[in-house]
């Protein structure tokens, strides 16, 4: 009985047609008996309209010139997939019809060879398309690709890559922090074939906000816009953050919002910038916001953490004046979360939405309230790893 | 196997007509249809008119820095003489010297980077010493960049807008980007194009479609109008006239230059979606049904000649220094790679006009500036969508300072034109009718890719009278008619200096003549749309489409891309994709259709891996081998095509032919099958028989009665059975495109009765509250019922249905969707009753065969625009209310409701939605109690 090993898998390609394609268009030479019936099928099916030589002037009469493709131009895009499909399924109301009588292949030839027939398509390298950091910032927007299985795609996304190898992942209509990445920068797949694809992050995700699809990152409690419930407890509001500006100055990069409550009233800017940080006990990366905050009630923002995460222990570094929260996420993942505020204490607090610093406007106190983040990522954490977290020093 | 392409016959008055122009190869305008002279221009006529045109206008680029592409999509001048370029890279550069004398000293510096795209620029100089602003337009954002420091690279992006919407599709760009004197920028949004029907433009994000405009002050956005497809281009003349270019597609017949005004409506129904009418009524507009909403006229179309793909345009501000032309419009035209010159005037309060050639051979042109200098610079730019060299790009073109002989300007009369040229004319010859070419054209106005020019006529001139000063010809005497394009070639012209014209030729859009009452006709006119092509898939279920899995019982198969794999030809390598399904091991169950069926054409395409094996079993009961050869085939094994043994011990049946072609590649399978026929009391009065079995259309089994079922297989044989595909020995195997063509019982008449007399309404009533005294939402007659509008259900004369048989014939148009409601309550909104759901392509994933929400069908059976058989029964049982539906005679829904939800009531159409189009036809009724 014959051996039937099951289907094998394979990586799902992005670009796999176009590039399996332009394999067959003049990046690598077609074998010389491929080339004549590509060429023998052209002049039988194609020439009438189009030309022998493909410049659209054929002996058929039509209703509109056919298409030179010398010229190189083609009414759905000029890509190979673009092409083999037009010859599939013809163009209705033209004179173009559909050959799906001839087979795939032969059509998917007849596109290579219609292709070759025009200018060269210069295709951007991988080379080309990866953007790279160097001592500045770079902030890049565009398609995002989920971010994780529990991720949608961000038609408008943000990424901001800095010098130390970490990019910070933003969505850039409802701002907010989706996750973190380290390594390479970004490849700019839309700067290839017919645009509009996805960027292609190139870090390695190391932490990752709400699994990737957070809810507002920004809410505020009590207050008089807020909504008591009747039993008493106080329901969060979740404010909308607009994306006012990016600003790079140097290796950092300074996002800004305008936080806005669901009754559309502006409750006021907020400046966000993101970099990497790390002591000799672990590595992570830093947020530096500037907030604004209600005359009455609190602000809340969120960390990052699912609902149910514990809270293993809480330290004060007195000459830093940091708070440490060191929680440990439902997956298991423990964050040391480092908290220094330009006034006022550190909150926490657990949120619908999980974690969050609660933050009170101190009377007469001059706003925006400065709140900067540490995120340490330890591989792992014991009681004893708290004197580490505090002795060693942060840079 | 290549099919004819249709051509269009051209009715014209007496003979063919043979064209001469003094400089341009003849044949045109011929008896059975044509094109203009340029498609037929010889290659050695373009040439020498390149020639001349290069005395006028030079064009040099302006180069790049090595080994950097600028794929421009917007530009700029500051105010220290610098061009700024945006390109679709998300990079924004800074030329200077491009207008010093040798363009290739110019130096380029980048000064942004990292947006999504940047297809519109727009620098505002500043004022009392301040620095001049720069605007860009990105994909989802139109942003002010700035350089905080002044190092010319820019630090902050600000954000001035990003509320349109985007869906992720690929084409969905933003253009721009022209100022108003108020200060406000303007954006147009591409539609999107998706899978599977990427022809059609859709909208499925906020104001894709629109232009918009947007105040930088509060980022506030004003949709401002709608029914674009991909308005490239947008220009901002002297005057203050907005004007937007379109690109030749799905509604939109050629290119068009629309002067936009706010609330209009420019002829691609997409966009519709987001106006406030359809939104209140949850309508989404079809993507082949002309919508209720009349397009406004465009102020100019491009001969499809002339320009497939148009960019921006800009009004000549150069007061001379450009040529003679200053305060007319430059068209960028980018798939001919030329500039066009657009020359427009107010006819009874509208804006149209003529559009000539200018300057061919330039490069896929999108973007167009003019400089006080007097240069064009131009940005190129051409990935995705092709065009003539070079792809990207700046260049700029200049006027060499030699007046040409054009047509500077025309003027509409009412019964001929004005023509006024840029010099004088010799007037040593006369100018006479015969010299003068006038056709009037049109176009439709229609779902599919453009529109060739229609009913194209020739209208002589009958006098022609050059003034005294030899500048102004005018031609009269035509029987002009608005509503259509004129186009009007001159020969044997000639300046009295002795140079030729340059451009012999133009088109001008007559939306109005001068005088006379008000035309309504727009040159792109509506048309009923053609048949549909899908119309030959009548009476064929589709079992695996939409839905791949729905219609079938079975475990461990999948929908991915599949194809062989070479390094392990005995299987497949596989990725995601929806191309095949595929069994993904020996463990994998048989393919077995959840729908009992009968007589008829089964259609199987399927894939094998070397020494693949399987069969495909009609009824589940009569075997048809499949079999890949590559490594042979023991001696009593069967082959692909093979009947398969017999339970009563007749031996496998060869096939007539080896049609197999090999692994990898799929092949179609059509069994042509008739089930056994029994009496009464199940008697088998007549055996199964196989009429045909065809294996890519060669037929290698014919007639062949099976007197038992197969070997292995269920023993007892029905009327009705499953389709059942089964690999063998665990081989993988690939399917797709199942269907099948059920042979129709005769119909049987004794019982049934018509309560739609193909004419008239009489006793139905329509939904309360809602009056259709034109007949528009509801139309009778000629046998056939059409539904069309907005919601409105129309309910049947007899209100106390309860247990029977109900069958029509139906037709619903793609994107549309309806029902068939029965036991339903006369009342407002939707009906309270069963429904037979009625759906091929809108997004509502319950498909025709389904009882709504109570057993949905997901596999989309009947394609759009298809009629196909609708067969409800409806029956008190003791377990509750038991309904059954077939498609095409085939149940697909066998359901009981043992809530026994509604007792009685009337029978009801649905008409769902603005956009969709029901049709119905012999709805009959067999009351049962």
Known sequence: MPEHPAPRRRRALRAAPAVALLALLGATPCAHADDDAARAAFLLNCARCHGETGDGHGTETLDRPARSFRDGGFSFGNTAEAVFRTISHGIPGSPMPSFEALSESDRRALAGYVLSLGPPRAEASDEQTELRVAERAVVVRGLLPPISAAASEQPRGLLVGTPDGLTFEYRADELSLLGVRFGAFVRRTDWTGRGGTPLEPLGKVVALMHAGAPPASFSLVGGPSSKGTRDGSRLELPLHCELVATRVNGATCTLSGTLVRPDGSRLGTLEESAGAISSAFASGFVRRLGVPLPPDGALRVDLGLEPGAETLATTEDAVARRTWFVLRATDGEVRCLGVTLSSGEPVLVDGPHGPALELRALPGELLPRGVEIVTLLPAHWTDDDLHALLDEPLR | ?929
């Open chain 2, 1 to 929: 196997m290549t099919t004819r392409p249709p051509c269009t016959t051209l009715a014209l008055p007496g003979a063919a007509l043979a064209l001469s122009l003094a400089l341009v190869a003849p044949a045109l305008v011929a008896q059975d249809g044509g094109p203009s002279a340029d498609a037929s221009t010889s290659d050695a006529d373009e040439g020498s008119l390149l020639e001349l045109e290069k005395r006028y206008y030079v064009v040099e680029p302006i180069p790049a820095p090595p080994g950097e592409v600028l794929e421009v999509g917007g530009l700029g001048r500051l105010s220290d003489g610098r061009l700024v370029a945006s390109t679709r890279r998300g990079q924004v550069w800074l030329v200077d010297g491009a207008l010093d004398d040798d363009p290739s000293d110019a130096t380029t510096t980048l000064f942004a980077e990292g947006l999504q795209e940047g297809l519109g620029l727009c620098v505002v100089p500043g004022e009392h010493g301040a620095r001049d602003r720069i605007f860009v337009v990105q994909r989802g954002e139109l942003s002010e960049l700035v350089d905080d420091d002044g190092d010319d690279r820019c630090d902050t992006i600000r954000t001035i807008c990003n509320d349109w919407g985007l869906s992720g599709n690929y084409h969905e760009f933003a253009f721009g980007l022209p100022r108003d004197a108020r200060g406000r920028f303007y954006v147009s949004l591409n539609v999107g194009f998706l899978n599977p029907e990427w022809w059609h433009g859709k909208s499925i994000a906020p104001y894709r479609g629109w232009l918009v405009r947007i105040n930088p002050s509060d980022g506030a956005m004003t949709p401002i109008a709608s029914g674009f497809r991909s308005p490239c281009g947008l220009g901002l003349d002297t005057d203050g006239t907005l004007y937007v270019t379109d690109n030749q597609g799905d509604w939109m017949p050629t290119c068009g230059i629309f002067a936009v005004h706010e609330g209009g409506y420019y002829g691609h129904p997409a966009s519709l979606a987001w106006t406030d009418e359809y939104l209140a009524n949850h309508a989404q507009p079809s993507d082949t049904m002309p919508p209720k909403r009349t397009r406004d006229p465009a102020a100019v179309w491009i001969p499809y000649a002339w320009s497939r793909s148009t960019g921006n345009l800009e009004p000549d501000t150069t007061a001379g220094r450009f040529g003679p032309f200053a305060g007319q419009l430059f068209a960028a035209e980018l798939t001919n790679g030329e500039l066009l010159r657009v020359q427009l005037e107010e006819v009874r309060g509208r804006k149209q006009g003529a559009v000539f050639r200018f300057r061919r051979r330039i490069g896929s042109l999108v973007r167009v500036l003019f400089t006080d200098e007097g240069t064009l610079v131009g940005g190129m730019t051409n990935r995705g969508w092709g065009g003539l060299p070079p792809a990207d790009g700046l260049v700029r073109i200049r006027w060499t300072g030699e007046l040409p002989l054009e047509m500077h300007h025309v003027h509409l009369l009412q019964d001929g034109f004005e023509i006024t040229f840029t010099k004088p004319l010799d007037t040593s010859r006369t100018i006479v009718p015969d010299d003068v070419t006038l056709t009037q054209y049109d176009y439709d106005s229609w779902w599919e890719y453009g529109s060739p020019e229609r009913h194209t006529t020739a209208v002589p001139v009958t006098s022609t009278a050059l003034s005294a000063d030899g500048r102004t010809l005018t031609l009269r005497g035509a029987d002009l008619v608005p509503g259509m394009v004129a186009r009007v070639a001159l020969a044997n012209v000639r300046a009295a200096d002795g140079s030729p014209l340059l451009h012999d030729e133009f088109a001008y859009t007559i939306n109005q003549l001068p005088e006379g009452p008000l035309s309504t006709a727009d040159v792109a006119k509506t048309v009923p749309p053609p048949p549909p092509r899908t119309s030959g898939a009548e009476g064929w279920l589709r079992l695996t489409y939409f839905d791949a899995l729905d219609a079938w019982e079975q475990h461990g198969w999948q929908l991915v891309d599949a194809e062989l794999d070479p390094e392990h030809p005995r299987t497949f390598m596989v990725r995601d994709g929806v191309n095949a399904l595929v069994d993904t091991g020996p463990d994998a169950s048989e393919f077995t259709s959840r729908y009992a069926m009968g007589d008829g054409r089964y259609h199987v395409e399927f894939m094998l891996p070397e020494g693949g094996r399987a069969a495909v079993y009609v009824q589940g009961r009569y075997g048809i081998a499949l079999a890949d050869d590559t490594h042979g085939l023991a001696a009593d094994e069967p082959s692909s095509g093979a009947l398969l043994p017999l339970a009563d011990g007749t031996p496998s049946r060869a096939p007539a032919f080896d049609a197999y072609k090999g692994p990898g590649t799929w092949h179609a399978l059509d069994v042509d099958f008739v089930a056994p026929r029994f009496d009464a009391s199940g008697e088998k009065l007549a055996d199964a028989r196989f009429a045909n079995v065809l294996l890519d259309d060669v037929l290698i089994q014919e007639d062949v009665a099976l007197p038992a079922c197969a070997a292995g297989r269920p023993s007892d044989e029905v009327a009705l059975g499953p389709l059942v595909i089964a690999p063998r020995d665990g081989s993988p195997l690939a399917l797709r495109t199942i269907q099948f063509r059920p042979v129709q019982p005769a119909v049987d008449d004794e019982g049934w009765v018509s309560i739609f007399n193909g004419d008239d309404l009489d006793g139905w009533r329509l939904s309360p509250g809602i009056e259709d005294p034109d007949g528009e939402r509801w139309e009778a007659g000629g046998g056939e019922l059409v539904g069309r509008g907005d919601t409105s259900h129309l309910f049947s004369p007899r209100g106390d249905y309860r247990d029977f048989e109900l069958r029509a014939k139906v037709m619903i148009s793609d994107g549309g969707n309806s029902g068939l409601y029965f036991r339903v309550a006369y009342g407002p909104g939707w009906p309270k009753g069963y429904e037979a759901q009625v759906n091929a392509s809108m997004s509502d994933p319950q498909k025709t065969g389904s009882l709504y929400d109570l057993a949905p069908v997901h596999v989309e059976l009947v394609p759009p625009d298809t009629w196909f058989d609708y067969h409800v029964t409806c029956r008190d049982e003791s377990e509750g209310t038991h309904v059954t539906i077939a498609v095409d005679g085939v149940v697909v829904t066998d359901f009981v409701d043992t809530e026994r939800r509604h007792a009685s009531g009337h029978i009801a159409l649905q008409q769902h939605h603005q956009g969709s189009v029901v049709r119905w036809r012999d709805i009959q009724v067999k009351v049962l109690d």
